[in-house]
């Protein structure tokens, strides 16, 4: 069918004995059409093939019905075997699947990308925009929202932003974890913190310093960027400065799935000499030798329920400006 036979309004109208007016409020979602003229209209719709021009309905509704989902990495560290990135997208998309909108995913790991996120969602073409992984005091959410655009964050924004936001409790997690070592014997804890310009990172190191020091045991770090590559040079720092250590938590399971590796290279037995903790509980977390203890945080319920917040946000009715989820120990082979 060419443009010139698509079927218009007024076709649609014709065919249901209806007003233009009328089939346009039925288009448009409104709930003030009658339940027989409303079916006789969709009936209509059906029977013609006629499909809205959704640029013309959003001048009109001043909706989209998009929302943006803007990740601060790199093409390279969203796409690569780091199942946080994946399990937000996951459960943004099956909430915004449910309320029949659409995500429209975005990278801002670059100057050149966070401008072109900015021209984007102010551009109007988006009804509101979810920013997960953010790095330091990033600025865009916070002027995003002050320009009236419904903004939530995953993980609490850093630099004193108040922009809603969905996170997990990292220091409680990370907490219960060394405290299970301390309790399993273990007295030269280290830990490969996550990087201090974000929020995980930083709560997961003082989780950590929470449980050490009323302890009286030291604080032996080394840091990482939650990657497999950075957690296997900290722990290589930590051996050669520490060799004595007789565990370590990782702040996100790859690092500690590294961290497993290279004790095994330096002739280290995990967990008899060595135990390991992790943090985030992916799913090759139960599939490493030996299976990963870890601290669980529910990653696919951040996604859908920051989405549910957003969604709340943009029509106008109240939300929890902060939503702080659980997390758990599960324990496995490795402590």
């Known amino acids: 069918m060419t443009t010139a036979q698509r079927p218009t309004l007024e076709a649609v109208a014709r065919r249901a004995g209806v007003s233009r007016a009328t089939v346009s409020r039925v288009v448009n979602g409104s709930t003030t059409v009658a339940e027989p003229i409303r079916k006789a209209v969709h009936r209509a719709i059906s029977e013609l093939g006629y499909v ?8 009109v509704t001043q909706r989209t019905d998009s929302v943006a989902l803007v990740m601060s990495e790199a093409a390279t560290r969203v796409f690569s075997d780091d199942q946080y990135f994946p399990g937000i997208i996951r459960g943004a998309a099956q909430e915004l699947e449910t309320a029949d909108k659409q995500l429209v995913l975005m990278l801002a790991g670059s100057p050149a990308g966070h401008e072109r996120v900015e021209r984007y969602t102010t551009g109007q073409h988006v009804d509101g925009v979810l920013f997960a992984s953010l790095h330091g005091a990033d600025p865009l959410p916070g002027r995003l929202a002050r320009l009236g655009i419904p903004v939530v964050c995953s993980g609490r924004p850093l630099g004193g932003t ?35 310009d974000m929020v995980g990172g930083i709560e997961r190191l003082t989780g950590y310093q929470a449980a050490v020091a009323p302890a009286g045991l030291p604080e032996w770090v080394a840091y990482g960027d939650f990657t497999r590559e950075s957690g296997m040079a900290a722990t290589r720092r930590l051996l050669a400065e520490h060799p004595d250590l007789d565990a370590i938590f990782a702040a996100s399971d790859l690092m500690a799935h590294a961290a497993l590796r290279t004790l095994r290279a330096t002739g280290r037995r995990v967990p008899d000499d060595v135990a390991v903790i992790g943090f985030d509980d992916i799913e090759t977390a139960a599939y ?12 696919q319920q951040i996604g859908r329920r920051m989405t549910r917040q957003l969604l709340r946000l943009a029509a106008g009715e109240p939300i929890e400006p902060a939503v702080v989820l659980p997390t758990e120990l599960i324990l496995r082979e490795s402590a």
């Open 162 to 196: 108040s922009v809603p936001y969905v996170d997990v409790d990292h220091i409680g997690g990370v907490s219960r974890a060394i405290q299970h070592l301390i309790d399993s014997g273990r007295q030269r804890i280290a830990t490969i913190a996550g990087p201090q």
């Open 52 to 59: 809205p021009n959704l640029a013309a309905r959003s001048l």
């Open 288 to 299: 490493t030798d030996p299976p990963l203890t870890t601290v669980r945080q529910p990653i």
